[in-house]
């Protein structure tokens, strides 16, 4: 006999319809945009640190109606760490707190994807990749970290530790593209601050244009190829049990 309650709930359409996830997507780009505007023509204002972390909680909120709350997660500690970072004066520490949360995060999101996908074994070549380039970036940049040489040192180790791992990720290439867009767009931010490389104090600063850029579109990345691999693997799922 049917529960007539279990069939009302089954008939009740989501709080939030299907339509409506890919309009926070675009939103979050042109926040991305406009974030990018106000920083290269304004020096301060207020809103501004907000502005940047926008985008990328608009991103969280479109993988939260994907039904992708981990992704959410990671997506909503970036954004804290955007905050802290064009706060006046920037929360450095809070800042590398925050996104090395978030890449654990996302690790812990690949690790998942791996263990029920399987490995992808040319992803090997570029975890050794990743790891010599890592060395050799914390060589060059230490002398100049400072007090921050600790916390910096072990962001660098997590966030290398993460793009790895997607690396590793069976199926679409958003996944490992968007992890080597952060490292690129952080090793600039680096080298920005620790070696006062990609600095233009005059005229258009390509250097933060890079790093903004690069970071943005290493989440946008990020968020589309973890969605687009769980929606994969769930109509697989489907599949195997239509069959069965």
């Given at each position: 006999?049917?529960?007539?309650?279990?069939?009302?709930?089954?008939?009740?359409?989501?709080?939030?319809?299907?339509?409506?996830?890919?309009?926070?997507?675009?939103?979050?780009?042109?926040?991305?945009?406009?974030?990018?505007?106000?920083?290269?023509?304004?020096?301060?204002?207020?809103g501004l640190a907000l502005t940047k972390a926008l985008g990328i909680i608009l991103l969280g909120v479109y993988a939260l109606l994907k039904r992708a709350p981990v992704l959410a997660l990671a997506l909503m500690l970036s954004a804290g760490g955007d905050y802290a970072l064009a706060m006046s004066p920037p929360q450095l520490e809070a800042g590398i707190g925050f996104f090395g949360?978030?890449?654990?995060?996302?690790?812990?999101?690949?690790?998942?994807?791996?263990?029920?996908?399987?490995?992808?074994?040319?992803?090997?070549?570029?975890?050794?990749?990743?790891?010599?380039?890592?060395?050799?970036?914390w060589l060059w940049l230490s002398p100049g970290m400072g007090a921050l040489t600790v916390p910096v040192s072990v962001y660098l180790g997590i966030i290398l530790v993460m793009a790895m791992a997607a690396g590793l990720v069976q199926g679409t290439n958003l996944i490992v593209i968007g992890a080597l867009l952060f490292v690129v767009s952080d090793s600039v931010l680096a080298m920005r601050w620790f070696r006062d490389v990609l600095v233009f104090e005059d005229g258009l600063d390509w250097g933060g244009v890079i790093v903004w850029v690069t970071y943005y579109a290493a989440q946008l990345c990020l968020t589309l190829g973890v969605v687009r691999a769980r929606a994969g693997a769930q109509a697989q799922t489907v599949n195997t049990d239509v069959s069965a």
């Open positions: 006999m049917t529960d007539p309650v279990a069939d009302r709930y089954a008939r009740t359409e989501p709080l939030f319809p299907d339509w409506a996830a890919p309009i926070y997507l675009w939103v979050s780009v042109a926040a991305s945009v406009i974030y990018l505007g106000l920083d290269l023509t304004t020096y301060s204002m207020p949360a978030a890449h654990l995060t996302y690790i812990v999101i690949f690790a998942l994807m791996v263990m029920g996908g399987g490995l992808k074994r040319e992803g090997l070549v570029l975890a050794g990749g990743l790891f010599v380039f890592g060395v050799a970036m």
